[in-house]
């Protein structure tokens, strides 16, 4: 409550000097995991999942890579 009251009085401030006060409507960002079926929290978990299992998958790999090149030397 007092948080308007101080905007007001700041808005009349301002218009009293001759400045006008222009509010604007603030637009929700862009979400990258916005998904209408399932929501956004349930979405961006699946996401993350399917990001740890990629790089699991990786790193898997790679370790198999090192370990057939150690049974070479």
Not at 9 to 26: C, F, V
Not at 36 to 56: D, I, S
Request: charged residues 20%; glycine residues 6%; proline residues 1%.
């Amino acid at each position: 409550m007092q948080n308007r009251t101080r905007q007001s009085s700041s808005y009349s401030l301002k218009n009293k000097r001759g400045g006008r006060a222009q509010l604007l409507e603030i637009s929700l960002p862009l979400l990258e995991f916005d998904h209408g079926m399932k929501g956004h929290a349930l979405h961006a978990m699946e996401f993350a999942l399917q990001m740890e299992k990629t790089a699991n998958a990786r790193l898997l790999h790679l370790h198999r890579v090192r370990l057939s090149c150690l049974s070479f030397l």
